[in-house]
């Protein structure tokens, strides 16, 4: 690691979408947990958010610069 700009924006994300799921969880409340299917279920989609937003951030630190990120992520999106 080193300190730069491309690891403080990887911060940020991470620490922005960790608050955004907090403010959700408080939002949603205490429910009882699903079972079944919908426990299945809700466990795959969440498997699905979470590697794709970890892949992705390494998008930020893989590039040189922001820019460069930002030209990837355009990359993957086929833009």
């Known amino acids: 690691h ?3 700009w491309r690891y ?8 922005i979408w960790i608050a955004m799921w907090q403010a959700f969880r408080r939002a949603r409340g205490e429910r009882a947990v699903p079972t079944g299917w919908k426990r299945i279920l809700i466990a795959a989609v969440s498997w699905f958010f979470t590697m794709n937003f970890v892949l992705l951030s390494f998008a930020i630190t893989k590039e040189r610069t922001l820019v460069e ?10 833009m």
């Open 2 to 4: 080193e300190v730069s």
């Open 8 to 15: 403080l924006a990887w911060g940020a994300y991470h620490g």
């Open 69 to 78: 990120a930002l030209g990837a992520y355009r990359a993957m999106v086929g």
